[in-house]
C-alpha cells in the first residue's frame, strides 16, 4: 500500500516548510508516498518553497484562483491528483514524526476499509502554553520531527484525547465517530472518498465541510478508529479567523443536507459529551407520557384555523387530539405505527434544537415533558427554536403541581430571559405559556 499526502494551504509558506521537512523525513522509501500542496490562492511563496522539496520529494503543486476559503474544493484537487490507495489529509503547519507513513500504512493493512483519525496535539490549546516555549525552538529547526519525541506532549493534548481513550480507540462505539472527522491528520482509501463523492464544494468559508464528508462515510458503513501512533503536533501559529456568521452557516449547510437529529445535538453540544448527552435523552424520552388527557380542555384549539406542532410526542392519539399537522417525536420504535394511525399528520425524527422552519412558521407548538430531558445548557436552544417558528408555546409539565410559577421556573431551572404563565391545570397536568421577558 502507498500514501498520496494532501495539504491545503493558503499564505503559510514558512509553516508549510516545517511540515514539507517533517515528511522528507520520513523513515520509509520515498516511493512509498506522494505529496499534493493544494493552494488556495496564496499570495506568498507557497509555489517556490513546494518547488524547493522536488529533489527530496515526489511532490505535486495545484492551484486554483483565491475566491474565498475553499478548503473542500482545494482538497478535492488533491484527491482528484492521488496516485495511490490511501489519503492523508494534513494542515500547513502540523508537525509529524519521522514514521508517521509507515504507521498510515499499517493501520490500513489492520483495518481495510476504515477511517484512521490522528492525534494532533495541541490542536485548539493555548498560545501562551508552557509547552509552546520549549518545542518552538524544535518546530523551527531543520528537524521539527523531533517534537514528537518530546515527554512535554503529554501535558499538551488533542482536545478529542478523553474521547479516544473512553472508547479505547474503537470510535464506533460512539453515536458520533464522524464529529471527530477533523481533517488536521486524518486518512482514508482513496477510492472510498470516490465512492462517497469526496468533500462536498458547496462549502465556502470556514468550518464543516470536513465534518460533513466525516458523517457521510460512516452512514455508508466505514469503520472510524483513531491511532495513538499515528500522531502530530500543532504548534499556535496565525490563524484564519472565521466570522460567526461563515461558522454557523457551514454547520446549518451540513444539517440542511442530511437532517438528522444526531447533527441538531452536535450544533449544540460539546464534542466530547455528545454520545453520553445522546444516550441520556433518550433513555429519559422513553419515560415520559404518550397521551396526556385533557390537555385539549387546557389549551383552547381551534381546529378549523390553526396550523399546530407537537414536539416530543409519543402518540398519535395526542396528534389527534390536538389537530396537530407537524410532529417532532425522537421514539423510533413508534414512528411508523404512528405514521399508519395519522397518515395526514407529517411525523419527522427531530429534538427541535434545529429545524429549518419559517418563523412563526405554526400558529402554536405544544412541548411535552421533552423539555426535561435536555441537559440544562441546551434548553435555551431548544426554547429559542420553538418560540421563534410558533406565534404561541405552550410547555406541558405531568409531573409538579405547583400555582407558584417562581418556584415551577426554579425548580425546572427555566432560564431567567423566559417569561412562564401557567395556562390551567387538568387532573395533574400543568400547562404553562413560555414567551421571551424581554422582547
Aim: some cysteine; charged content about 25%.
Amino acid at each position: 500500500m502507498r500514501v498520496s499526502v494532501i495539504i491545503p494551504t493558503y499564505d503559510r509558506a514558512d509553516l508549510l516548510k516545517q511540515t514539507l521537512l517533517c515528511l522528507e523525513h520520513q523513515e520509509i522509501d520515498l516511493k512509498k508516498y506522494q505529496v499534493i500542496i493544494c493552494d488556495d490562492g496564496s499570495k506568498d511563496n507557497t509555489k517556490d518553497v513546494t518547488c524547493s522539496f522536488e529533489n527530496n520529494l515526489d511532490i505535486r503543486y495545484c492551484y486554483q484562483p483565491d475566491k474565498g476559503f475553499r478548503a473542500a474544493t482545494a482538497r478535492n484537487m488533491g484527491i482528484r491528483l492521488a496516485h495511490y490507495e490511501i489519503c492523508v489529509f494534513l494542515d500547513a503547519g502540523v508537525l509529524v514524526g519521522s514514521n508517521l507513513i509507515q504507521n498510515i500504512i499499517d493501520f490500513h493493512k489492520q483495518y481495510k476499509r476504515g477511517v484512521c483519525l490522528g492525534i494532533v496535539h495541541g490542536c485548539e490549546q493555548p498560545k501562551n502554553h508552557p509547552a509552546v516555549r520549549l518545542l518552538q525552538p524544535i518546530a523551527n529547526s531543520e528537524n521539527p520531527e523531533l517534537c514528537l519525541k518530546s515527554p512535554m506532549l503529554m501535558g499538551y493534548p488533542d482536545p478529542r484525547q478523553s474521547t479516544y481513550l473512553k472508547a479505547k480507540y474503537d470510535l464506533n462505539k460512539l453515536r458520533f465517530p464522524w464529529a471527530l472527522f477533523w481533517t488536521g491528520l486524518v486518512s482514508v482509501e482513496t477510492d472510498i472518498l470516490h465512492n462517497v463523492g469526496l468533500f462536498d464544494e458547496s462549502f465556502v468559508g470556514w468550518g464543516h465541510e470536513d465534518i460533513e464528508l466525516g458523517y457521510r462515510l460512516w452512514k455508508s458503513g466505514i469503520n472510524f478508529r483513531a491511532d495513538p501512533n499515528v500522531r502530530a503536533l500543532h504548534l499556535p501559529h496565525k490563524q484564519f479567523s472565521p466570522t460567526h456568521v461563515e461558522e454557523k452557516n457551514n454547520r446549518l449547510r451540513v444539517y440542511q443536507k442530511h437532517q438528522d437529529y444526531s447533527i441538531e445535538l452536535w450544533s449544540s453540544s460539546a464534542i466530547d459529551s455528545l454520545t453520553d448527552v445522546m444516550v441520556h435523552i433518550e433513555n429519559e424520552y422513553s419515560k415520559i407520557p404518550y397521551d396526556y388527557e385533557g390537555v385539549e380542555k387546557v389549551i383552547s384549539i381551534n381546529s378549523d384555523l390553526e396550523n399546530i406542532i407537537v414536539v416530543g410526542c409519543r402518540s398519535s392519539k395526542l396528534a389527534i387530539r390536538l389537530n396537530a399537522s407537524e410532529v417532532f417525536t425522537i421514539d423510533h420504535q413508534s414512528l411508523n405505527t404512528m405514521q399508519q394511525e395519522s397518515p395526514e399528520i407529517k411525523f419527522t425524527v427531530r429534538f427541535g434544537l434545529q429545524t429549518l422552519k419559517r418563523d412563526s412558521q405554526f400558529n402554536k407548538a405544544i412541548i411535552t415533558d421533552i423539555w426535561k430531558v435536555f441537559p440544562e445548557d441546551l434548553l435555551p436552544t431548544f426554547f429559542d427554536e420553538i418560540i421563534r417558528i410558533s406565534s404561541e408555546t405552550f410547555i406541558l409539565d405531568s409531573s409538579i403541581s405547583s400555582e407558584d410559577v417562581n418556584t415551577f421556573s426554579e425548580t425546572q431551572k427555566i432560564p431567567e430571559l423566559y417569561q412562564i404563565s401557567n395556562v390551567g391545570t387538568h387532573e395533574g397536568l400543568n400547562v404553562f405559556k413560555i414567551s421571551y421577558k424581554y422582547n
